[in-house]
């Protein structure tokens, strides 16, 4: 059985070499569409997030939530055309607005727009990961790759401000039937 080190190595070998040109399966064209639509839709509720909030920590959080799916939005805009995949619709832009503005019963607390954030990073993860292991290409299993380990590192922002400002809600302890109590 190869050792870890071997078979990561062997993976990223791999991925770097050329592939005869084919075009993308359906499901590699079809993980590009959705995944395109999600970043374009959490763009619009990130930037409600920041029409909504007046926190700083979390205002920094959602901005640079938008400049990674509009990054990630941007490369798969050109992957797509080159490739030939229509891109999908999407939501227009929120314009800016004052959150001093937003009505009591309307407006999401910081802990509600960081946990729809940490959800929404959570899924993007799991998208991605299924994508590269569904792809037969490797320049899309490394465009893949490229994408969930961006979600990973901004994950890790996300989760330690969460826990600092008590907004992680985390699940309850689980302990085993039979395991001796204290």
């Keep these: 059985m190869p050792s870890v080190m071997e078979a990561v ?10 592939d005869p040109e084919q075009p993308l399966h359906i499901g590699e064209a079809m993980a590009c569409w959705t995944y395109r639509g999600a970043l374009k839709e959490a763009i619009v509720m990130e930037q409600t997030g920041l029409n909504t ?3 700083d920590e979390l205002k920094h959080l959602l901005e640079q939530a938008i400049e990674l799916c509009s990054r990630q939005a941007e490369r798969l805009d050109q992957f797509m055309r080159k490739e030939g995949v229509p ?11 004052d959150p001093s503005a937003v009505p009591l019963g309307v407006k999401a607390s910081d802990m509600e ?4 954030l940490a959800t929404k990073v959570s899924s993007a993860i799991i998208a991605c990961a299924t994508a590269a292991a569904a792809s037969v290409r490797n320049d899309v299993a490394l465009m893949w790759t490229e994408f ?8 890790a922002t996300l989760k330690n401000t969460m826990r600092k400002r008590g907004w992680l809600i985390m699940p309850p ?3 085993p039937p039979g395991v001796p109590v204290d």
Excluded: V, W
């Design 113 to 116: 727009i960081a946990n729809a």
């Design 53 to 55: 909030t007046t926190d």
């Design 173 to 175: 302890a689980f302990t």
């Design 87 to 97: 891109l999908p619709p999407s939501s227009p832009s929120r314009p800016q607005s």
């Design 148 to 155: 969930q380990a961006e979600q990973l590192t901004y994950s």
């Design 9 to 18: 190595t062997s993976t990223m070998q791999g991925l770097l070499e050329k």
